[in-house]
């Protein structure tokens, strides 16, 4: 694939990315709406913040434009939505303790990989396996919900905005990464892709339909 193919593929990844992430807008405007956290998970916004300032090093580090304009959004965007969070919770002791807790994290790999590891390369496989250990944990987590899924053949906390564009957001980096030959970009977005088919499955066994009916026969 030329430039033109890398450059189409590298605007796909920044496309689908912030799809990816705008899906928490509609968490945003109903936090607002109901003035409360009712029904919106923390975690999810904490861990992809997170996820997105590793990346933003990585992509900083190896001077890829991609990586950084995609993060720096996702930064921003995840850093909103955690503080509008912390500002209608009820709970903020947990809240702020949980945000310091994973900060300190972050802190700690900031100050081992630029005071410990002074060679630019060794820095950079380093901070790529650490990153990529954190992605695919987060992929990975939706999928602690699916005994509860399957058990009540229900759907209603997965969201199929959210399934399609990390479908679509996985499939793009992991192309991306395979054409620069970035094991670190390519491994850790295939289990985004594997966790958005399981999903996608889920959608058609318990499709929303069935999920009405189920609620009205427990009501």
């Known amino acids: 694939m030329g430039p033109v193919g890398l450059q189409l593929l590298s605007g796909a990844c920044l496309l689908f990315s912030l799809g990816m992430f705008g899906t928490g807008l509609s968490d945003l405007k109903q936090m607002f709406a109901t003035q409360s956290v009712e029904n919106i998970q923390f975690l999810p916004f904490l861990t992809t913040d997170v996820n997105n300032l590793s990346w933003l090093s990585y ?45 300190a994290v972050l802190l700690l790999g900031y100050g081992y990989f630029n005071l410990l590891v002074p060679d630019v390369s060794v820095r950079l496989t380093r901070l790529g396996l650490f990153c990529s250990l954190f992605t695919i944990t987060m992929y990975l987590s939706p999928l602690a919900d699916l005994a509860k899924i399957v058990r009540s053949r229900s759907t209603q906390c997965l969201s199929f905005p959210l399934t399609i564009t990390t479908f679509l957001a996985s499939a793009s980096w992991t192309l991306y990464g395979i054409l620069l030959q970035d094991v670190y970009i390519a491994v850790p977005n295939v289990p985004g892709i594997a966790t958005s088919l399981i999903r996608f499955w889920l959608f058609w066994r318990f499709p929303p339909d069935l999920n009405k009916t189920y609620k009205s026969l427990q009501a």
Request: no cysteine; net charge positive; glycine share 8%.
């Open 59 to 103: 992509g900083f580090l190896k001077g890829d434009w991609t990586l950084i304009l995609v993060n720096a959004v996702g930064v921003t965007l995840q850093t909103l939505y955690i503080l509008v969070y912390f500002y209608f919770s009820s709970e903020k002791r947990s809240v702020l303790l949980k945000t310091m807790g994973l900060l």
